[in-house]
């Protein structure tokens, strides 16, 4: 059991792919969640996404993070907000028109998390969190995130597509509280 303690207390294991760097050119498919799933970025009205007004805070901050970083030239044009979660795809390095496989003989580097995906997804939960409470408005994101590296173009193209009908099918995604057959995360 001692090596599932640190410093005596237990942790939970990295869900990271223990053979990728998260820092080098790649896409990554991306989910965040709000705590206990709660609809804090608006509603699904016939299909479409209606957006509260922390709901278009996080559309702009996914946006201004690209902004924010343009040496790691990314690219998360393709995302989407959801009352209680965020999809998105995260190109670093490259444009997501030259996907192509990935190698897969790397490992994750422990140590400062700078200039990778978890920096990226720090700064961006930060970031809504602080205009959050700047309007007083009652927020919080469950811990951590969910990723996959994309492997090749199709799997790109499947999620993209998955991302882009996710308001449409609304009704039965796991997210939703109040699908009957939901299971969380």
């Not at 705590?35 to 608006?42: A, M, Q, V």
């Not at 209606?50 to 393709?78: F, H, T």
């Not at 496989?101 to 920096?119: D, M, Y």
């Not at 602080?130 to 790109?156: K, N, P």
């Amino acid at each position: 059991m001692s090596e599932n303690k640190f410093r005596n207390k237990y942790r939970i294991p990295s869900a990271r792919w223990k053979n990728w760097d998260y820092g080098d050119e790649g896409a990554y498919f991306v989910t965040i969640c709000t705590k206990n799933r709660e609809h804090y970025f608006g509603e699904i009205v016939n299909g479409e996404m209606q957006y509260s007004e922390l709901g278009i805070i996080a559309v702009n901050e996914w946006i201004k993070s690209m902004a924010l970083r343009p040496d790691m030239q990314l690219d998360m044009e393709c995302f989407q907000v959801m009352p209680n979660h965020i999809h998105g795809i995260v190109v670093i390095g490259r444009s997501a028109d030259s996907m192509g496989a990935v190698n897969v003989n790397k490992g994750n580097k422990f140590g400062p998390q700078q200039k990778n995906l978890g920096s990226i997804m720090r700064g961006f939960k930060s970031a809504v969190t602080m205009q959050a409470r700047t309007l007083d408005i009652s927020f919080a994101w469950q811990e951590r995130y969910y990723d996959r590296v994309i492997r090749d173009d199709d799997e790109f193209r499947r999620i993209a597509a998955y991302i882009e009908h996710n308001p449409a099918n609304w009704e039965n995604d796991k997210q939703n509280k109040q699908n009957k057959q939901n299971n969380p995360i």
